[in-house]
T-cell receptor, first 116, second 115 residues
Framework: NAGVTQTPKFRVLKTGQSMTLLCAQD?????MFWYRQDPGMGLRLIHY???????AKGEVPDGYNVSRLKKQNFLLGLESAAPSQTSVYFC???????????????FGPGTRLTVL | AQKVTQAQTEISVVEKEDVTLDCVYE???????LFWYKQPPSGELVFLIR??????QNEISGRYSWNFQKSTSSFNFTITASQVVDSAVYFC????????????FGAGTQVVVTP
């Protein structure tokens, strides 16, 4: 039981390049989330998904796209990276709260992205 | 709207001292859940505790204890006899029942424990 995993762990991009971050969870959780963490800013929600095939915008969605084609995977895409997207990205998953789940979010180890 | 305030940016203590982290929340919902997470220097986010709005029973788990008071909208966390391994950023978070599982995180409190 690996919990939540993220690929890659580190990445350096040049401005304008694109990339996809992969999040995978093996806990059969309904909900999945992408956050970014910047110094002094805490955790900010980028996008989230409450079910396979469904995604929604969070607090800071601009410049990112997501997809949830499989229940266990949640992909975060940067189509044209900008230096402002330099950050640490965390994925999290949780049970669906109205089915008796605790709603506790479990986090992946993070991806450190630098955009030059 | 939901809001979580962690007014303490950084707390520095010497090993074996007690540390209390403050968390004040705002919500209009009557059913909600509060969480504490730990982020050590290695960077991962570790779940510590969850409390729901119907359970004001305070808890002690080893050197950790939590004080939940609905009357003051506070969910404080205390580390007793701190150790160097407690050095981390601690986040308080709030989830309401209508939030589709989304959390509102506080800004975090950096705890530095020196030998």
């Amino acid at each position: 039981n690996a919990g939540v995993t993220q690929t890659p762990k580190f990445r350096v991009l040049k401005t304008g390049q694109s990339m996809t971050l992969l999040c995978a969870q093996d806990m059969n959780h309904e909900y999945m989330f992408w956050y970014r963490q910047d110094p002094g800013m805490g955790l900010r929600l980028i996008h989230y998904s409450v079910a396979e095939g469904t995604t929604a915008k969070g607090e800071v969605p601009d410049g990112y796209n997501v997809s949830r084609l499989k229940k266990q995977n949640f992909l975060l895409g940067l189509e044209s990276a900008a230096p402002s997207q330099t950050s640490v990205y965390f994925c999290a998953s949780s049970e669906r709260q109205n089915r008796g789940g605790t709603g506790t979010q479990y986090f992946g180890p993070g991806t450190r992205l630098t955009v030059l | 709207a939901q809001k979580v305030t962690q007014a303490q940016t950084e707390i520095s203590v010497v090993e074996k001292e007690d540390v209390t982290l403050d968390c004040v929340y705002e919500t209009r919902d009557t059913t909600y859940y509060l969480f504490w997470y730990k982020q050590p220097p290695s960077g991962e986010l570790v779940f510590l505790i969850r409390r729901n709005s119907f359970d004001e029973q305070n808890e002690i788990s080893g050197r950790y204890s939590w004080n939940f008071q609905k009357s003051t909208s506070s969910f404080n966390f205390t580390i007793t006899a701190s150790q160097v391994v407690d050095s981390a950023v601690y986040f308080c978070a709030l989830r309401t029942t209508d939030s589709w599982g989304k959390f509102q995180f506080g800004a975090g409190t950096q705890v530095v424990v020196t030998p």
